[in-house]
C-alpha cells in the first residue's frame, strides 16, 4: 500500500519559515503528480500547491509569492517551503498523490501572532 508521510510542521511566529516534508514509498514516486493541501480548524481542507511529474508548479493565490513546492525523486519526497507565514496559514497540511489519490496523514503548522 502508497505510504505517504509528512513531517516538519511545527509552531512559528508570524513572517517566519517552515519547510514541510512528505516521503513515499510503494510507489513509481517520479512519474507521479503529487500536491499539498491544508486544512484549517472548522473550514474545508483546501488546495495550497501541486508539483507535476515534469516539475511543473502552480499555487493557490493565497500562498503564491511565499511558498514554494519541490521534489526530489531520488529521494521519493516532495517539499513545501513556506516563507513570510501569516496567522491564516494555521492548519493541518497533507501531501497527496493526484495519481493515484493516496493522502498523507498530515502536519501541525502553527503561526502565531
Known amino acids: 500500500q502508497v505510504q505517504l508521510v509528512e513531517s516538519g510542521g511545527g509552531l512559528v511566529q508570524a513572517g517566519g519559515s517552515l519547510r514541510l516534508s512528505c516521503a513515499a514509498s510503494?510507489?513509481?514516486?517520479?512519474?507521479?503528480?503529487m500536491g499539498w493541501y491544508r486544512q484549517a480548524p472548522g473550514k474545508q481542507r483546501e488546495w495550497v500547491a501541486t508539483?507535476?511529474?515534469?516539475?511543473?508548479?502552480r499555487y493557490a493565490d493565497s500562498v503564491k509569492g511565499r511558498f514554494t513546492i519541490s521534489r526530489d525523486n531520488a529521494k521519493n519526497t516532495v517539499y513545501l517551503q513556506m516563507n513570510s507565514l501569516k496567522p491564516e496559514d494555521t492548519a493541518v497540511y497533507y501531501c497527496r498523490s493526484l495519481s493515484l489519490d493516496y493522502w498523507g496523514q498530515g502536519t501541525q503548522v502553527t503561526v502565531s501572532s
Open positions: 510503494r510507489m513509481i514516486f517520479s512519474v507521479n503528480n
Open positions: 508539483i507535476t511529474s515534469a516539475g511543473s508548479t
